[in-house]
């Protein structure tokens, strides 16, 4: 069974350009959550897709938004980006919201320059 | 919202002894709680998960307690091999509604040494 699949691994953007980030969760989980992780905040939610909504949202500015599609695969997108917007994002599949485990994708890298 | 504190931040043990790594969280609605290990140029990868309705949980050389009442729990590692060296990482799930969001600690970094 595949796990959860993020594209690309690495990124290298420059401020004020736009990246969209994408995922293919676990087969069968409808649930994808999107986190940010960087050495100085650590782990931070992003927001958390369900059945195509966004049923939750963590406290990061409008220039970060995102989708899920009827298949569950989902994207994220960061508009005009700036110099701290550089981290490791990470997609988290689940079966359905609120239960069950959550698993990680290996992460998408990206270094704004 | 919810708040998870982790300690130690570092942790160097001998091959052959044992690891504790302990997490608090503010919520006491809050109803579970997993363990991730995330290695160098990966992603976290799920270890372990305990449920408020548990106190204990084992898996070969990994156990996890919850003591609901002091809103704590515990990650335990025994006969630490080097392959254990990573980032630990404790989380707790916000209750609010249906939501699947999960708060982490700061991470421990878990060395262990021949």
């Known amino acids: 069974k595949a796990g959860v699949t993020q594209t690309p691994r690495y990124l290298i953007k420059t401020r004020g350009q736009q990246v969209t980030l994408s995922c293919s969760p676990i087969s069968g989980h409808r649930s994808v959550s999107w986190y940010q992780q960087t050495p100085g905040q650590g782990l931070q939610f992003l927001f958390e897709y369900f059945s195509e909504t966004q049923r939750n949202k963590g406290n990061f500015p409008g220039r970060f938004s995102g989708r899920q599609f009827s298949n569950s695969r989902s994207e994220m997108n960061v508009s005009t980006l700036e110099l701290g917007d550089s981290a490791l994002y990470l997609c988290a599949s689940s079966f359905t919201q609120g239960i069950g485990e959550a698993f990680f994708g290996q992460g998408t890298r990206l270094t704004v320059v | 919202g919810e708040n998870v504190e982790q300690h130690p931040s570092t942790l160097s043990v001998q091959e052959g002894d044992s690891a504790v790594i302990k997490c608090t969280y503010s919520d006491s609605a809050s109803n579970y709680f997993p363990w991730y290990k995330q290695e160098l140029g990966k992603g976290p990868q799920l270890i372990i998960d305990?449920?408020?309705?548990?106190g204990e949980k084992k898996d070969q050389r990994i156990a996890v307690t919850l003591n609901k009442t002091a809103k704590h729990f515990s990650l335990h590692i025994t006969e630490t091999q080097p392959e254990d060296s990573a980032v630990y990482f404790c989380a707790a799930r916000d209750p609010t509604g249906t939501a699947s969001k999960l708060t982490f600690g700061t991470g421990t970094r878990l060395q262990v040494t021949l």
């Open positions: 305990i449920r408020s309705n548990v």
